[in-house]
């Protein structure tokens, strides 16, 4: 018999491919890529099976709390390995169809753009625009209008299994410790196809809005974090005042702790403002000294990483127990730490990279420790085993990026 949905075993195959790389924990089945795999292809051919005659239903998603970094918890639905890969069929027939449609000035969850991108066009705009409306969206995934959803949906695919199964995802249920809760609203955070949705959802809800009712302003936008430069307080303020009833009016709000109108203070900008700083993707964008190009010193509005996501950095390494590895060697440590180093200095080092100081300096104190406990003749010696770190990291620079870039305990 003719199959009513035409999906091609290869596109199935290349889903899996993409899971399988992307890792990630086992669902309500509590079956792990690995169990997953070991019936490889009784397991794709059954999915491939169902999806094409339309007999696919997911499983119930699993509800993970994961702690927020200002407190509380999110909850992160994980679906099945098996609906992964479901999801992630849809999504390669889908974001081809969504990408060319998104706005320029959205960032979020798509190919080829990056949360840095975002941070150094919002850099680049503050110089040129004096206020700032910061803002955040309370609960994104989680209060997304289904109806809504699938209509901007219709609009730009008309494949009737790709329609079918993202009303099927919604719908389905989030199973949490004491049974399962029904979904009205909302779209798991941690379903491959989710950040997708969401992002156009927002394109209708928020950005194609922006473009046609507030012209004059120029907004960024990662997610459900944003930043909208404006030319004067009044404007921020009435920009502020829309945005609250536009979200409304889409079923959304403002998180009320994390939206503030921010004056953008430098050298040429002086007026006194209550609020002159913001953060936005883990960079705290305030007036900060700067020296020009004849060696000048002058106040700037720029970002560097942010106190909180440095002291998250730093409890990361406390949580590394790095001096009580005494059977490891440098280059063991530099193996298994080097490359975490290398990724938050090639995202937090990118702008005002001197703000990473503390970070490098406290990497460097516990391996000093590590020194002390290693080698019996420098237990009681902390300036003793600080020097030999430093003719250690002479000779072996390379073995963490933070030497590389000279900070290095004095070898003599």
Known sequence: MTKPFVISKKLV????????????????????????????????????NRMGSGSYFPPPVKAVPIPKKSGGTRILGVPTVADRVAQTVVKMVLEPLLEPVFDRDSYGYRAGRSALDAVAVVRRRSWEYDWVVEFDIKGLFDNIDHELLLRAV????????VLLYIERWLKAPMEIEGGRVARERGTPQGGVVSPLLANLFLHYALDVWLRRHLRSIRFCRYADDGVIHCQSEAQARLVLRKLEERL???GLELHPEKTRIVYCQDVNRKAEYPVVQFTFLGYTFRPRKAVDKYGRVYVNFSPAVSREALTAMRQTVRGWHVQLKCDKELSDLADMFGPVLRGWSNYYGRFYASALKPLWWSVNDYLVRWMQRKFKRLARGVIRASRALGRLAERAPRSFVHWEMGYIPAAR
């Not at 990630?24 to 999915?47: P, Q, R, W």
Request: proline content about 2%.
């Open 248 to 250: 409304g009016q889409c």
């Open 13 to 48: 195959w290349e889903a899996f491919q993409r899971v399988k790389a992307n890792g990630g924990s086992a669902g309500v089945d509590e079956e792990s890529i690995e169990m997953f795999e070991s019936k490889l292809k009784d397991n794709l051919y059954k999915l491939w």
């Open 154 to 161: 219709q609009k730009h695919c008309s494949t009737p299994w």
